[in-house]
T-cell receptor, first 116, second 116 residues
């Protein structure tokens, strides 16, 4: 049972380069999320997808785009990387049902991105 | 908007003693959930415990309990009988259920160090 799988685990980019972080879940979850974690801070939501075919901005969406490719996959793209995007990125998923806040997020292992 | 505050950047506890990690939250929504996650040095996010805003009793999971004081808007994590393996970052998080998703808002975290 793989859960949430993110690739790559590590990446070094030069300023202005582009890249895509891939995320896939095998738990039949309908909601998926991308967070970033900077040193000394908690996780901040970049984008989310409540269900297949929908995406919405989170707290810090600038400089990113996302694609919900299908129910399993949710990718995060940096079109022109900047040093401020150096961070650890986490993908997560859960099953959105009509129960107040009870849906625990399952996280991927994280992707460490460095932009020089 | 939701806000989570963890006022203890770092804490020490002696092995086998109990420790309380503080968390306060702010939301105007009456229906919400509170979560605690552990992040060891390896980086993964591990779900520990959940409390719903309408739950009458405080949540417990093994050595973890959540001291939920709704009027004070606090959701402190209590770890009993600390172990060396409890040394990690701990994050408090909150979600407000809505049709657009079940996003978690995270606090800044508390680094717990268990002394032998």
């Amino acid at each position: 049972n793989a859960g949430v799988t993110q690739t790559p685990k590590f990446q070094v980019l030069k300023t202005g380069q582009s890249m895509t972080l891939q995320c896939a879940q095998d738990m039949n979850h309908n909601s998926m999320y991308w967070y970033r974690q900077d040193p000394g801070m908690g996780l901040r939501l970049i984008y989310y997808s409540a269900s297949e075919g929908t995406t919405d901005k989170g707290e810090v969406p600038n400089g990113y785009n996302v694609s919900r490719l299908n129910k399993r996959e949710f990718s995060l793209r940096l079109e022109s990387a900047a040093p401020s995007q150096t961070s650890v990125y986490f993908c997560a998923s859960n099953l959105l049902v009509r129960v107040s806040g009870a849906n625990v997020l399952t996280f991927g292992a994280g992707s460490r991105l460095t932009v020089l | 908007a939701q806000k989570i505050t963890q006022t203890q950047p770092g804490m020490f506890v002696q092995e086998k003693e109990a420790v309380t990690l503080d968390c306060t939250y702010d939301t105007s929504d009456p229906s919400y959930g509170l979560f605690w996650y552990k992040q060891p040095s390896s980086g993964e996010m591990i779900f520990l415990i959940y409390q719903g805003s309408y739950d009458q009793q405080n949540a417990t999971e093994g050595r973890y309990s959540l001291n939920f004081q709704k009027a004070r808007k606090s959701a402190n994590l209590v770890i009993s009988a600390s172990q060396l393996g409890d040394s990690a970052m701990y994050f408090c998080a909150m979600s407000v259920f809505n049709n657009a998703g079940n996003m978690l808002t995270f606090g800044g975290g508390t680094r717990l160090m268990v002394k032998p």
